[in-house]
T-cell receptor, first 113, second 115 residues
Framework: DGGITQSPKYLFRKEGQNVTLSCEQN?????MYWYRQDPGQGLRLIYY???????QKGDIAEGYSVSREKKESFPLTVTSAQKNPTAFYLC????????????FGPGTRLTVL | AQTVTQSQPEMSVQEAETVTLSCTYD???????LFWYKQPPSRQMILVIR??????QNATENRFSVNFQKAAKSFSLKISDSQLGDTAMYFC????????????FGKGTLLTVNP
């Protein structure tokens, strides 16, 4: 079955540590995205990538970094510079070009202890 | 800046009844898509329905339909014959910026279907 996987489902981190969230897709989609979701808010875009080896900052990129070395993978690193990293993180992908609908993974809940 | 507004933070409906969720947006573009996503308690985001702005006919997917008013920049979602499994957060989304890749999401409407 084609889809998007995120791991782990739950992640705990101590303050001052970097942590990497995994996102993999086998849909052959060109574009991939990372969102952050906080209670009472919609999804806010952290980073997105339209093609391999290219990515752009979204609306709240500070304290985060990404890489796109393979079409299938778009890992997100939450660095110690992120002031309030506890949140639900969603990865998505889309075919790109004229079809804009995005398909989402199951999400990762990050808690900073 | 392009914005998406969902003015109803919470709504409730009785099972088997019909409910309409509102969404308004702001854009200067002419050709675009609009989406409704559903996020049940599992938190998995699921695409419910898509509307293409150049199409006059409102999109329909089984019990879900939209009322798209392009001039008014309104994009409401109607759920007919509501089921308990429809209980979820519903987000309206719209492509933002100059790129067709990015989506801007509304803050969501929490819909509760009561037995």
């Amino acid at each position: 079955d084609g889809g998007i996987t995120q791991s782990p489902k739950y992640l705990f981190r101590k303050e001052g540590q970097n942590v990497t969230l995994s996102c993999e897709q086998n849909l052959n989609h060109d574009a991939m995205y990372w969102y952050r979701q906080d209670p009472g808010q919609g999804l806010r875009l952290i980073y997105y990538s339209q093609i391999v080896n290219d990515f752009q900052k979204g609306d709240i990129a500070e304290g985060y970094s990404v890489s796109r070395e393979k079409k299938e993978s778009f890992p997100l690193t939450v660095t110690s510079a992120q002031k309030n990293p506890t949140a639900f993180y969603l990865c998505a992908s889309s075919i790109g070009l004229e079809r804009h609908e995005q398909f989402f993974g199951p999400g990762t809940r990050l808690t900073v202890l | 800046a392009q914005t998406v507004t969902q003015s109803q933070p919470e709504m409730s409906v009785q099972e088997a009844e019909t409910v309409t969720l509102s969404c308004t947006y702001d854009t200067s573009e002419n050709n675009y898509y609009l989406f409704w996503y559903k996020q049940p308690p599992s938190r998995q985001m699921i695409l419910v329905i898509r509307q293409e702005a150049y199409k006059q006919q409102n999109a329909t997917e089984n019990r879900f339909s939209v009322n798209f008013q392009k001039a008014a920049k309104s994009f409401s979602l109607k759920i007919s014959d509501s089921q308990l499994g429809d209980t979820a957060m519903y987000f309206c989304a719209f492509p933002s910026g100059g790129s067709n890749y990015k989506l801007t999401f509304g803050k969501g409407t929490l819909l509760t279907v009561n037995p």
